[in-house]
C-alpha cells in the first residue's frame, strides 16, 4: 500500500457500489496497515475483499471492520489462501455461500443496495 490517495480519481455516483480488492498476504502481519491506509483515504467502499488471509477460522473475529458484517473462508488445513468479504451496513446480504474448488477459495455473495 502507498501513502498516495488511491481513491482521488474515482467518479462515484450515489447509486455506485463500490468493491475493493487487496491481496493482504496475512491479516496477522498487514490488517493495520490496510486499516490505516482505508482510513487515512476517508473512503469506505461498499465492499472489501482480502484475499490471501492466511489465518484460521478460530481467528476470523480478530479482524472485523467497525460497520461491515464480515463473511469468511479460511484454510484451517494449510498456511496460505483463504479469503473474507466485508460488506457495508448499508447494503443488504441477500445469499453468501462458501464454494469448494481444490485450487482456489471462494466466497459468493449476492448483495443489494438499500
Request: aromatic share 10%.
Amino acid at each position: 500500500m502507498s501513502n498516495n490517495n488511491w481513491v482521488s480519481n474515482l467518479n462515484i455516483n450515489k447509486d455506485d457500489i463500490v468493491i475493493i480488492h487487496q491481496n493482504i498476504r496475512s491479516v496477522r502481519k498487514n490488517f493495520d496497515v490496510f486499516l490505516l491506509e482505508l482510513n487515512s483515504n476517508s473512503f469506505y467502499p461498499d465492499v472489501i475483499i482480502l484475499s490471501e488471509i492466511w489465518i484460521n477460522s478460530n481467528e476470523s473475529n480478530l479482524y472485523n471492520i467497525p460497520h461491515y458484517s464480515q463473511f469468511i473462508k479460511c484454510n484451517n488445513g494449510y498456511r496460505s489462501g483463504g479469503i473474507v468479504v466485508y460488506l457495508h451496513e448499508s447494503l443488504e446480504k441477500i445469499d453468501c455461500c462458501l464454494l469448494n474448488f481444490q485450487t482456489a477459495d471462494i466466497i459468493k455473495v449476492a448483495i443489494k443496495k438499500n
